[in-house]
């Protein structure tokens, strides 16, 4: 009988560590460029993201080739001209969401978190902060944020015939819904 009770209480805590460890591999990135020219726009769909929330690590891959244009001679120019994807493939985040130890994973709530650490993209890597909602809905995990960067911060090089059609500061934003 003891046994079975402790067969019982390990596989129910063996359930719960693994139920804080979520990943996804379609997540949502998203970036505009208001320029005076014309507003660019692209979507990616492949990105990949590890989170742990009993230690708070986080995680994402975003392939670059991933992104999708209305036009394509303006994929085309992104992954040759600007981001240079043979190059450098990947965008990358790795860091940790402070307080995830308040998540409910059983219970509806929404949570504004912060993100801290190391985003790596083109090359450089770059110290990065930004809030970040976390959403759960009938155990299903959402994450979502909305901020800006810089082209220049990444070294990508935006000549100066292309300033008017192209802006240096990015807005982005990233949904990720979480496979339990």
């Known amino acids: 009988m003891k046994k079975t009770a402790l067969t019982i209480a390990l596989t129910a805590l063996v359930i719960n560590l693994s139920a ?3 990943s996804t591999r379609s997540g949502k990135v998203k970036f ?3 320029a005076k ?8 769909k492949q990105v ?27 994929q085309e120019h ?25 998540i409910k994973l059983n219970k509806n709530g929404e949570y504004q978190l912060k993100l801290k650490g190391k985003m790596k993209m083109h090359g450089v ?8 909602t976390l959403t759960v809905k009938d155990e299903q995990v959402h994450l979502h944020s909305q901020f800006y960067l810089k082209a220049s911060d990444y ?14 500061r ?5 949904n990720i819904d979480y496979d339990k």
């Not at 992104?78 to 308040?102: C, V």
């Not at 990015?170 to 990233?174: A, S």
């Open 170 to 174: 990015l807005e982005v934003t990233v």
């Open 20 to 22: 804080q460890k979520l």
């Open 155 to 168: 070294q990508v090089e935006i000549p100066a015939g292309k300033k008017d059609n192209i802006n240096n």
């Open 125 to 132: 890597e770059n110290p990065f902060s930004e809030e970040v």
């Open 48 to 74: 990949s993201s590890v989170m742990d929330l009993a230690s708070g690590k986080f995680a994402f891959l975003v392939p670059i080739r991933g992104f999708v244009f209305e036009k394509a001679l303006m």
């Open 32 to 34: 505009f460029s208001d």
């Open 78 to 102: 992104f992954n040759e001209n600007y981001l240079e994807s043979d190059q450098y493939p990947n965008a990358t985040f790795k860091g940790r969401i402070a307080n995830t130890e308040a």
């Open 37 to 44: 020219i014309e507003n660019i726009e692209a979507v990616n």
